[in-house]
């Protein structure tokens, strides 16, 4: 059974920083690309980041860049996205999510975690 | 990287069919076919009900169906039962980024 389950959410301060972790199974991870995609209390999907799976090609919404960095560790089947120079607008909760294909960027999430929720506030 | 345009809200009664739109422009939803729709009920994580435009995964009744034209897409659900009462998203690949709609809201009167 795949199963995807994040952590490392919490409050934080203003321009500070966080790290998330999802840890996966059931699933051959170094075969996928993996994203995260948040959701602000109340608001609609984002989708954050995605990473190839050799963590070679790494992709990110405008809004994160050069602020968020997605990696991943195949040997621990862990995907990670650190947070730095946190927002109040990057208050959300924060999925983990796989594509549909192996191999493929392109396409659907077929299996998503159960979330994380990160608050930003003083 | 701007969002797909979705109605806000949709509703139907029970046994009724409705359509959700989702608009985006000739770099996404038009460029490809990697349109995908997700059902979220509240507190709970999003669910796939359609990729590659019209495609169901297995599990998902065929009450459900997308199809697209130009740059828009659409999902319709047929026979409205009371659990299809929740939110939905499109989806399209971008190139080297994914965009999501705002979001439609679907109630079941």
Same mark, same amino acid.
């Not at chain 1, 090609?57 to 860049?65: I, L, R, T």
């Not at chain 2, 669910?47 to 019209?54: A, E, F, P, R, T």
């Not at chain 2, 065929?62 to 897409?73: E, H, I, L, V, Y």
């Given at each position: 059974?795949v199963?995807l389950?994040?952590?490392?959410?919490?409050?934080?301060?203003?321009?500070?920083?966080?790290?998330?972790?999802c840890?996966a199974?059931?699933f051959t991870f170094s075969s996928y690309w993996m994203s995260w995609?948040?959701?602000?209390?109340?608001?609609?999907?984002?989708?954050?980041a995605n990473i190839k799976q050799d963590g070679s090609e790494k992709y990110?919404?405008?809004?994160?860049?050069?602020?968020?960095?997605i990696s991943r560790d195949n040997a621990k089947n862990s995907l990670y996205?650190?947070?730095?120079?946190?927002?109040?607008?990057?208050?959300?909760?924060?999925?983990c999510a796989r594509p549909g294909r192996p191999g493929a960027v392109a396409g659907?999430f077929d299996y998503?975690?159960?979330?994380?929720?990160?608050?930003?506030?003083? | 990287?701007?969002?797909?345009?979705?109605? @806000?809200?949709?509703?139907?009664?029970?046994?009724? *069919?409705?359509?959700? /739109?989702?608009?985006?422009? !000739?770099?996404?939803?038009? =460029?490809?076919?990697?349109?995908?729709?997700?059902?979220?009920?509240?507190?709970?994580?999003?669910?796939?009900?359609?990729?590659?435009?019209?495609? @169901?995964?297995?599990?998902?009744?065929?009450?459900? *169906?997308?199809?697209? /034209?130009?740059?828009?897409? !659409?999902?319709?659900?047929? =026979?409205?039962?009371?659990?299809?009462?929740?939110?939905?998203?499109?989806?399209?690949?971008?190139?080297s980024?994914?965009?999501?709609?705002?979001?439609?809201?679907?109630?079941?009167?």
């Amino acid at each position: 059974e795949v199963q995807l389950v994040e952590s490392g959410g919490g409050l934080v301060q203003p321009g500070g920083s966080l790290r998330l972790s999802c840890a996966a199974s059931g699933f051959t991870f170094s075969s996928y690309w993996m994203s995260w995609v948040r959701q602000a209390p109340g608001k609609g999907l984002e989708w954050v980041a995605n990473i190839k799976q050799d963590g070679s090609e790494k992709y990110y919404v405008d809004s994160v860049k050069g602020r968020f960095t997605i990696s991943r560790d195949n040997a621990k089947n862990s995907l990670y996205l650190q947070m730095n120079s946190l927002r109040a607008e990057d208050t959300a909760v924060y999925y983990c999510a796989r594509p549909g294909r192996p191999g493929a960027v392109a396409g659907y999430f077929d299996y998503w975690g159960q979330g994380t929720l990160v608050t930003v506030s003083s | 990287q701007s969002a797909l345009t979705q109605p @806000r809200s949709v509703s139907g009664s029970p046994g009724q *069919s409705v359509t959700i /739109s989702c608009t985006g422009t !000739s770099s996404d939803v038009g =460029g490809y076919n990697y349109v995908s729709w997700y059902q979220q009920h509240p507190g709970k994580a999003p669910k796939l009900m359609i990729y590659d435009v019209s495609k @169901r995964p297995s599990g998902v009744p065929d009450r459900f *169906s997308g199809s697209k /034209s130009g740059n828009t897409a !659409s999902l319709t659900i047929s =026979g409205l039962q009371a659990e299809d009462e929740a939110d939905y998203y499109c989806c399209s690949y971008a190139g080297s980024y994914t965009l999501f709609g705002g979001g439609t809201k679907l109630t079941v009167l």
